[in-house]
């Protein structure tokens, strides 16, 4: 299993998941209308590293981090 976290305004809880790709975890999290507009604009981290290849593998006990995009100064 691994863990998603999901950072900033999105205000979803963590969620626990059995799956093997960051790309088979985005068509999971794609099912939720409310998780599917963030995911084209967020930003993915695996335990704290940022990812940017859909096919990244996923291990027991990964942290998947969805950082929406914030503005400031």
């Known amino acids: 299993m691994i863990t998603v976290e999901f950072l900033g305004p999105i ?3 963590p969620m626990a998941m059995a799956v093997a790709t ?3 975890l985005s068509e999971q ?4 209308e409310e998780i599917a507009f963030w995911l084209p ?3 993915v981290a695996i335990n704290d590293t ?6 990244t593998p996923l291990c027991d006990g990964d942290r998947v981090s969805l ?3 914030v503005c400031g100064g």
């Open 11 to 13: 205000g979803i809880a």
């Open 22 to 24: 960051f790309d088979e």
């Open 29 to 32: 999290l794609m099912k939720s």
């Open 41 to 43: 604009v967020c930003a």
């Open 50 to 55: 940022l990812i940017h290849d859909r096919s």
């Open 67 to 69: 950082l929406p995009p």
